[in-house]
């Protein structure tokens, strides 16, 4: 990426690119084998995993819109309160950008969730050319992916904060 490039490249791009184009090779040994288990299988938990993400980053974005947090805030006179909400809800996402950093939960969850997407997209590509080869491999695949048990990524419900019913954390 160069200096006058705003836009970052999308992570594995050219690898994705490889992989549609029929150009990826990977050199297998004798211990090696694909089969389309592990294909379906990470296919499901890159999925439930950018669910878990997407259920942080909402969790991040209330902390973001949490009205009161009960540390004298609403005083004037408290400017060191004022400053420390700021400093919470610019941890959790950006509040000014003239200020804040992408150094916060919210735009670091989603270059990780940018990163399990490629990774999803480049297996999907890789399997759709081997089931479009292999009929074998194909016909696991399509049973696997038509029943599949549900991830334990993700299993343990993620809890957002504790708020009573006045907006007050818990």
């Known amino acids: 990426m160069t200096g006058e ?10 690898l994705i ?12 040994n004798s211990d090696m084998r694909v089969n389309a288990e592990e294909f379906a299988y990470i296919d499901r938990d890159c999925q439930a995993f950018k669910d878990s993400i997407r259920s ?4 991040a974005m ?3 819109r949490q009205q009161y947090w009960g540390l004298g805030e ?12 700021h400093r919470f809800r610019a941890k959790a996402a950006i509040v000014d950008p003239s200020k804040d950093t992408s150094n916060n939960a919210h735009d670091i969850l989603e270059q990780h969730y940018q990163i ?6 480049l297996h999907r590509t890789i399997a759709q050319r081997y089931m479009a080869t292999d009929q074998v491999f194909a016909a696991r695949y399509n049973e696997l992916m038509a029943d599949m048990p549900p991830s334990s ?4 419900a993620i809890q957002g904060p504790m708020q009573s019913g006045d907006g007050k954390w818990r």
């Open 5 to 14: 490039d705003a836009s970052p490249q999308r992570p594995l791009a050219d």
């Open 17 to 28: 690119a490889e992989a549609k184009d029929g150009r990826l090779t990977v050199n297998f």
């Open 56 to 59: 942080l980053q909402q969790i």
């Open 62 to 64: 209330d902390i973001h």
């Open 74 to 85: 609403d005083q004037a006179v408290l400017t060191s309160a004022q400053t420390i909400v």
């Open 116 to 121: 399990i997407d490629a990774l999803q997209e």
């Open 153 to 156: 990524i993700g299993s343990s």
